[in-house]
């Protein structure tokens, strides 16, 4: 059974850094994409940073490029989310999630998720 553990999140003020990390188990991701999603109350969910288990190529949205990194540690199966400069604006639930092969933004193409995590980013 495939299992995406979120950790990390909390409160944190305007301009702070904060690290989310990503447990997954139950099989083998090598072939697997994983992305980080966040949903703000009344928003939809939308993508923020993915990458790849085999080669570790990365993908980010535009609103987060040059402030959040996404990285793997393949030997604990662990996926990392370092967020710096926090803005109130991504103030959100943070979701991990799985899908065999590519990073795609579209959270419906993804067959694994976490239970979520928050992220609030007070002014």
């Known amino acids: 059974q495939v299992q995406l553990v979120e950790s990390g999140g909390g409160l944190v003020q305007a301009g702070g850094s904060l690290r989310l990390s990503c447990a997954a188990s139950g099989r083998t991701f090598s072939d697997y994409a994983m992305g980080w999603f966040r949903q703000a109350p009344g928003k939809v969910r939308e993508f923020v940073a993915g990458i790849t288990w085999t080669d570790g190529i990365t993908h980010y949205a535009g609103s987060v490029k040059g402030r959040l990194t996404i990285s793997r540690d393949n030997a604990k199966n662990t996926v990392h989310l370092q967020m710096d400069s926090l803005k109130p604006e991504d103030t959100a639930v943070y979701y991990c999630?799985?899908?065999?092969?590519?990073?795609?933004?579209?959270?419906?193409?993804?067959?694994?998720w976490g239970q979520g995590t928050q992220v609030t980013v007070s002014s």
């Open positions: 999630a799985a899908r065999w092969g590519t990073v795609v933004a579209n959270w419906f193409r993804y067959d694994y």
